[in-house]
């Protein structure tokens, strides 16, 4: 019987378990091997040819070359092994969050400054018939 | 002997690294947020603790896919400041005292605690944060540090009661350690905050300030909180807020509160900052 996942439910939420880290092993490899300068600098000069050199899917490969860390999260990437993507594009934390989220990067952060996202309407899935 | 004095808690957050690498601390986006650590400063610098043991989570720096330990003690000499991917933080290299880790380690194992034990590891900003918070820019760091690791990245990180177990593991084999050595134990991460997906941006101001209070006066209680509760309430990445129930462990069960700081944000969390004295 499969395990229980509580967590499924959480609106706009994907929880890194063991079955995605299984589904997501060489993309998050692969992005481990970008905080190795000379790493960073053959990937910058040919994402493609780069990517080529690891066992991923292409979906997964074509989500880091859109740079559509949603999917890469769907295809069992972790924020925390993305961040050396992003960290390697020289884009902040701030402004990858945002980038998941359908908001420019202003928007996201003035909504940060006024204090977060709220958590009302945001704790169940379709409890307000909100994101996710 | 050795004897645990006090217990700090912060956010380990990453851009608060980058703003005091790069100067930026008196920015008004920053400065009520530096303003928050000004008591702790001076506090510490009477302290003198000789040792911290900080409770952190490494980020996908020293630990990959490849290895998750749940606990990991760091019983090096020393531990360098990772490359995450824009260089290393220019922060001191971390010295350890591998002769308390390798007693901790030895002492809650056979308390039934199954440390993995780390000789070789980089630290990351979760380490070197909270140092910088506490203790500015120094030439060196002013005292030793035991890096105790937390698998909070990988679900489901250990459980907020065996955090607190934990953390009273750790005071008992402290305090059988034939030093006299002041000891602190801090507990990072935290608060709400998620960074991944359409929910990120999460913040939530009444379940953080309610963990403050349960944190100080009814731990046991808060350490029975499960895991859905803090994704659910805190967000993905607030889960990292289980590290600071082995701090909490490692006190007395009456501590008293030095001081309290809750700020948001600093990008894209909530930080919380507490200083606790045994006795």
Redesign the interface.
């Known amino acids: 019987m499969a395990q229980k996942k509580p967590y499924q439910d959480i609106p706009g939420t994907t929880i890194f378990d063991t079955d995605m880290a299984h589904i997501g092993y060489h993309l998050n490899q692969f992005c481990m091997s970008l905080m190795q300068a000379p790493n960073r600098e053959r990937f910058k000069s040919d994402e493609r040819a780069y990517l080529n050199e690891w066992p991923m899917s292409e979906a997964q490969k074509l989500a880091v070359l859109d740079r559509d860390y949603n999917r890469m999260i769907s295809l069992g990437g972790n924020i925390y092994f993305l961040a050396k993507i992003f960290s390697s594009d020289g884009i902040s934390f701030q402004q990858a969050a945002a980038s998941m989220t359908g908001m420019t990067q202003e928007e996201y952060a003035q909504m940060m400054i006024n204090g977060g996202r709220s958590p009302e309407g945001n704790h169940v899935t379709g409890e307000d018939g909100g994101n996710g | 002997m050795a004897k645990i004095t006090a217990g700090v808690s912060t956010s380990h957050v990453?851009?608060i690294g980058a703003a005091i690498d790069q100067g930026k601390t008196a920015e008004p986006y920053w400065a009520p947020l530096f303003a928050g650590y000004e008591f702790s400063k001076k506090w510490i610098a009477e302290q003198k603790p000789d040792v911290v043991i900080l409770v952190y989570n490494d980020?996908?720096?020293a630990f990959?896919?490849?290895m998750v330990p749940t606990f990991a003690i760091g019983c090096a000499g020393e531990f360098k400041p990772?490359?995450?991917?824009?260089?290393p933080r220019p922060v001191p290299v971390v010295k350890g005292h591998p002769e308390l880790a390798a007693h901790i380690a030895q002492s809650v194992i056979h308390d039934d605690f199954d440390l993995t034990i780390v000789n070789k590891m980089d630290v990351d900003h979760g380490l070197t944060v909270p140092l910088s918070l506490l203790f500015g820019q120094p030439e060196g760091w002013p005292c030793l540090v035991i890096p105790l690791a937390v698998n909070v990245?990988?679900?489901?990180p250990p459980s907020g009661r065996r955090c607190y177990e934990l953390g009273k593991a750790v005071r008992r084999a402290v305090e059988s350690f034939d030093a006299d050595l002041n000891v602190q134990v801090w507990g990072t991460g935290g608060m709400?905050h998620?960074?991944?997906?359409?929910?990120?941006?999460?913040?939530?101001?009444?379940?953080d300030n309610d963990f403050l209070e349960r944190l100080v006066n009814s731990p046991d209680e808060l350490s029975r909180m499960p895991?859905?509760e803090y994704?659910?309430?805190a967000g993905?990445?607030g889960i990292e807020l289980v590290m600071w129930m082995i701090m909490r462990g490692a006190l007395n069960e009456q501590v008293t509160e030095r001081h309290r700081f809750y700020h948001?944000?600093a990008?894209?969390t909530?930080v919380g900052h507490q200083v606790l004295e045994n006795g």
């Open positions: 990453p851009a980020h996908a720096t990959s896919l490849d990772a490359d995450e991917g824009w260089g990245v990988l679900y489901p709400s998620q960074l991944q997906g359409p929910r990120a941006g999460l913040i939530n101001r009444e379940f895991h859905i994704v659910r309430k993905s990445e948001v944000p990008s894209n909530a």
